[in-house]
């Protein structure tokens, strides 16, 4: 019973590993992405970058709700008041007649202007607008870790892509192989040694095949996570993008990064958003001078009472906060703090902006290097096995030895092109660890 479930889950994951193939089989070149618009479309419309655009938007409503405190206040107002009794008068000779109406009326314009606030409203518009800038930053700092993500997946990508077409080569030529061992070996020029090593060889390759389409099929979903299509949709890249080479020095790296780098910006940033509020915090103690006007129709004027007539009334008024139980103050002492602890951001943020740099230009030379040695170890495999060929056709060298020699190519070719992806991939963290946009 369990060999037979065996045997079912065993046919249903090869089954599976034959449709992922077949269908990375069918994406044709015409179908590949290249680098740089793949990047522009996951940045159109990845939601995190939506998300910090919609940021920016509000902070510009903010900036307009702040500078609104300029502009004046209108509204109109309309009552009616019954009230009972009315004062009256009574003199001689002349009667008694009441001072107001039982039906009040009124309906006027009232309008109240801001005429200073000694402050108050030009360091509110100035702490908004040191928010937008913050925004700002916020968007090109998530373009850019967005931009390393695509650049990552990508290159991941290519090099299983050329990994899985290096693993169908050794496939096809061990079964080449396998037929020749088997034709000889029924001639007696071969054993079942050689036989069955060479079915161990295909069966390792085959293996090797499934881990790297597993690899492929995984780096396709998160593509596809990135750019919001459904999790099925297969994509193919199809050439590398070589990053420029930096030439500059040590020092001069860091000091480009630290001028360059969004996070450090962001950090700068934050502390003079915080002492802008707290300059806001200092101005909430400022008197306020305003004036006012209103203007209507109301009733209850003397002599005729209930008959609604035009009336205005204009003025000034000043209010002049006296205490509010330590708030400012608190406040203020609050705001300082913050400064203080985006300082410290700011110094964390730039040892770990030169740490970066130095990790990334101390990877990029060991990229380097292993590239070029690797490059010539594939040169000195593929030598070695156009002169284990001619050993083989001349009867010194068996289908085993040959074999090695072909193997040694594959691998080599394998570890080449690793070192050489890994090489562009962190010459591009260098360029974003420098502060160079990738988008």
Same mark, same amino acid.
């Given at each position: 019973m369990i060999n037979r479930h065996f045997r079912q889950f065993s046919l249903g994951v090869f089954a599976l590993f034959l449709l992922v193939v077949k269908g990375y089989a069918q994406v044709s070149a015409s179908d590949s992405l290249e680098l740089v618009p793949l990047i522009g479309k996951v940045l159109k419309t990845y939601p995190t970058v939506q998300q910090a655009t919609e940021a920016l938007n509000a902070a510009d409503l903010k900036i307009a709700l702040a500078q609104s405190a300029y502009l004046p206040n209108a509204q109109v107002s309309g009552s009616y008041t019954y009230i009972g009794p009315v004062p009256s008068l009574t003199l001689p000779d002349v009667g008694s007649f009441s001072l107001a109406t039982h039906n009040n009326i009124n309906a006027a314009l009232n309008i109240n202007q801001t005429l200073t606030d000694f402050g108050k409203t030009k360091k509110s518009i100035e702490y908004e607008e040191k928010s937008k800038e913050l925004s700002v930053l916020g968007i090109e700092q998530v373009k850019q870790k967005m931009s390393v993500a695509v650049i990552g997946c990508y290159y991941s990508m290519l090099y299983l892509q050329e990994a899985l077409s290096i693993k169908d080569e050794q496939l096809l030529t061990l079964k080449e192989h396998l037929k020749n061992v088997e034709k000889k070996a029924e001639t007696g020029s071969a054993t079942q040694y050689e036989i069955l090593s060479t079915k161990v060889r295909i069966s390792t390759v085959e293996s090797q095949k499934t881990d790297v389409v597993t690899s492929l099929s995984f780096q396709n979903s998160i593509l596809n996570m990135l750019l919001g299509e459904?999790?099925?949709?297969?994509? &193919?890249?199809?050439?590398?993008?070589?990053?420029?080479?930096?030439?500059?020095? /040590?020092? &001069?790296?860091? &000091?480009?990064?630290?001028?360059?780098?969004?996070?450090?910006?962001?950090?700068?940033?934050?502390?003079?958003? &915080?002492?802008a509020y707290q300059d806001l915090v200092k101005k909430h103690e400022n008197p306020v001078l305003s004036a006012f006007a209103s203007g209507g129709w109301k009733n209850g004027y003397i002599p005729q009472l209930d008959k609604p007539r035009a009336n205005y009334a204009i003025g000034l008024s000043l209010l002049i906060p006296i205490y509010d139980a330590s708030r400012t103050k608190l406040n203020t002492q609050l705001a300082g703090s913050t400064i203080r602890t985006n300082g410290y951001e700011v110094d964390m943020t730039k040892r770990t902006i030169t740490n970066e740099v130095m990790e990334s230009l101390n990877a990029l030379k060991a990229a380097i290097s292993k590239s070029e040695l690797f490059g010539m170890q594939l040169s000195q495999a593929k030598r070695a096995l156009e002169l284990a060929d001619l050993k083989f056709k001349s009867g010194t060298l068996t289908n085993l030895d040959l074999l090695d020699s072909e193997n040694a190519v594959s691998e080599s070719s394998l570890m080449y092109l690793k070192a050489t992806? /890994?090489?562009?991939?962190?010459? !591009?963290?260098?360029?974003?660890?420098?502060?160079?946009?990738? !988008?």
């Open positions: 459904p999790a099925t949709n297969l994509h &193919s890249v199809h050439r590398l993008v070589k990053s420029d080479l930096i030439t500059f020095a /040590e020092d &001069s790296l860091i &000091s480009f990064a630290l001028n360059n780098r969004y996070e450090l910006k962001l950090a700068e940033k934050k502390m003079m958003v &915080s002492q992806i /890994e090489r562009v991939v962190i010459g !591009y963290k260098l360029k974003a660890a420098l502060g160079k946009n990738l !988008y």
